[in-house]
Protein backbone atom coordinates (compact mmCIF):
# COMPACT_ATOMS: atom_id res chain seq x y z
CA UNK A 1 0.00 0.00 0.00
CA UNK A 2 1.53 3.41 -0.81
CA UNK A 3 0.44 6.59 1.58
CA UNK A 4 1.76 10.03 1.27
CA UNK A 5 2.58 12.47 4.13
CA UNK A 6 3.53 15.93 4.77
CA UNK A 7 6.49 16.68 7.11
CA UNK A 8 5.83 20.16 9.00
CA UNK A 9 9.28 21.45 10.53
CA UNK A 10 11.20 19.34 8.62
CA UNK A 11 14.71 21.86 8.64
CA UNK A 12 17.03 20.67 6.22
CA UNK A 13 17.94 17.99 3.60
CA UNK A 14 20.51 15.84 6.11
CA UNK A 15 17.67 15.51 8.01
CA UNK A 16 15.38 14.54 5.49
CA UNK A 17 18.12 11.47 4.71
CA UNK A 18 18.38 10.45 8.45
CA UNK A 19 14.62 10.05 8.64
CA UNK A 20 14.81 7.93 5.35
CA UNK A 21 17.51 5.62 6.51
CA UNK A 22 15.40 5.12 10.08
CA UNK A 23 12.02 4.55 8.74
CA UNK A 24 13.22 2.32 5.72
CA UNK A 25 14.65 -0.37 9.01
CA UNK A 26 11.20 -0.29 10.70
CA UNK A 27 9.70 -3.65 9.84
CA UNK A 28 6.75 -4.06 7.35
CA UNK A 29 8.24 -0.91 4.83
CA UNK A 30 8.85 -1.79 1.51
CA UNK A 31 10.06 1.88 0.16
CA UNK A 32 10.39 5.73 1.52
CA UNK A 33 11.14 8.60 0.03
CA UNK A 34 10.86 12.21 1.34
CA UNK A 35 11.52 15.11 -0.65
CA UNK A 36 12.96 18.07 1.64
CA UNK A 37 11.93 20.43 -0.84
CA UNK A 38 8.35 19.51 -1.09
CA UNK A 39 8.30 18.61 2.63
CA UNK A 40 6.73 15.06 1.58
CA UNK A 41 7.01 11.71 2.34
CA UNK A 42 5.94 8.72 0.20
CA UNK A 43 5.77 5.53 1.61
CA UNK A 44 5.30 2.03 0.65
CA UNK A 45 4.20 -0.49 3.66
CA UNK A 46 2.43 -3.92 4.15
CA UNK A 47 -1.15 -3.17 3.95
CA UNK A 48 -1.95 -5.78 6.59
CA UNK A 49 0.15 -3.90 9.38
CA UNK A 50 -1.12 -0.90 8.15
CA UNK A 51 -2.27 1.35 11.81
CA UNK A 52 0.96 -0.74 13.51
CA UNK A 53 3.29 0.55 10.78
CA UNK A 54 2.19 3.76 10.83
CA UNK A 55 2.28 4.46 14.48
CA UNK A 56 6.19 3.13 14.28
CA UNK A 57 6.54 5.59 11.64
CA UNK A 58 5.39 8.93 14.11
CA UNK A 59 7.36 6.95 17.01
CA UNK A 60 10.85 7.27 15.06
CA UNK A 61 10.34 10.54 13.71
CA UNK A 62 9.35 12.38 17.05
CA UNK A 63 12.27 10.33 17.91
CA UNK A 64 14.60 11.61 15.28
CA UNK A 65 13.22 15.02 15.11
CA UNK A 66 10.84 16.13 17.89
CA UNK A 67 9.60 19.56 16.11
CA UNK A 68 8.29 17.43 12.96
CA UNK A 69 4.82 16.72 12.35
CA UNK A 70 3.32 14.19 10.11
CA UNK A 71 -0.06 14.50 8.47
CA UNK A 72 -1.69 12.36 5.73
CA UNK A 73 -2.89 13.93 2.12
Given at each position: ?K??????????????????????????????S????????????????????????????????????????
Amino acid sequence: MKSKFRLEGLDCANCAAELERAIQKIEGIESVSISFMTLLMELEYEEANQEEIIEKVRKVIKKEEPDVTMEEI
